[in-house]
Antibody
Framework: EVQLLESGGGLVQPGGSLRLSCEASGFTFSYYAMSWVRQAPGRGLDWVSIICDNGGCTYYEDSVMGRFIISRDNSRNTLYLQMNSLRVEDTALYYC???????????????WGQGALVTVSS | VLTQSPGTLSLSPGERATLFCRTSQRASSPVAWYQHKPGQPPRLLIYGASTRAPGIPARFSGSGSGTDFTLTISSVEPEDFAVYYCQQRTDWPLWTFGQGTKVEIK
């Protein structure tokens, strides 16, 4: 059974930093791209970032580029999101999600964690 | 940009639900659909526009191509009341979600 367990969420002041972790199990972690998707209170789903299976490529949504860093440790089956210069509008539930390749491209996501809540407030 | 319609769909159990997703440009991949209930993570329903994910009941079906896609629930069950999102990968490697359609009990 695929399991994705996020941790590291919490309350942080604007301008602060936080690191989310996602421990994966039930599949061969190093075979799949992994991503973070967030949902702000009362809003829809927003894709944040993605990392290739071997960590050799990363992509970011425009509003987090330069502030967030996605990484992974395939020896520990763990995905990370380092969030710096946090803003009030980054407040959201952050989901760790497993990508599904179609050909050589990851087109959608088939498993989601329960989410880690990040609150940015003074 | 993915535009979903309607914003809210009010239905009684047993009725047919038709949800729409329009993309602003012809993208590199067809849409996926997710169901999201409060307090739970989203669940993949459909990928490749029309392929049901494992374990998804046959009452859920997807169709469409190019810029217009549809999710149909042939006969809505009580457990189907939720928010539904379409999602697509574009040529610039971005993964975009629609704003969601809420299917509520009439």
């Amino acid at each position: 059974e695929v399991q994705l367990l996020e941790s590291g969420g919490g309350l942080v002041q604007p301008g602060g930093s936080l690191r989310l972790s996602c421990e994966a199990s039930g599949f061969t972690f190093s075979y799949y791209a992994m991503s973070w998707v967030r949902q702000a209170p009362g809003r829809g789903l927003d894709w944040v970032s993605i990392i290739c299976d071997n960590g050799g490529c990363t992509y970011y949504e425009d509003s987090v580029m330069g502030r967030f860093i996605i990484s992974r440790d395939n020896s520990r089956n763990t995905l990370y999101l380092q969030m710096n210069s946090l803003r009030v509008e980054d407040t959201a539930l952050y989901y760790c999600v497993k990508g599904v390749p179609v050909g050589k491209k990851t087109t959608h996501f088939d498993h989601w964690g329960q989410g880690a809540l990040v609150t940015v407030s003074s | 940009v993915l535009t979903q319609s309607p914003g809210t769909l009010s239905l009684s159990p047993g009725e047919r639900a038709t949800l729409f997703c329009r993309t602003s440009q012809r993208a590199s991949s067809p849409v996926a659909w997710y169901q999201h209930k409060p307090g739970q993570p989203p669940r993949l329903l459909i990928y490749g526009a029309s392929t049901r994910a494992p374990g998804i009941p046959a009452r859920f079906s997807g169709s469409g191509s190019g810029t217009d896609f549809t999710l149909t629930i042939s006969s809505v069950e009580p457990e189907d009341f939720a928010v539904y999102y379409c999602q697509q990968r574009t040529d610039w490697p971005l993964w975009t979600f629609g704003q969601g359609t809420k299917v509520e009990i009439k």
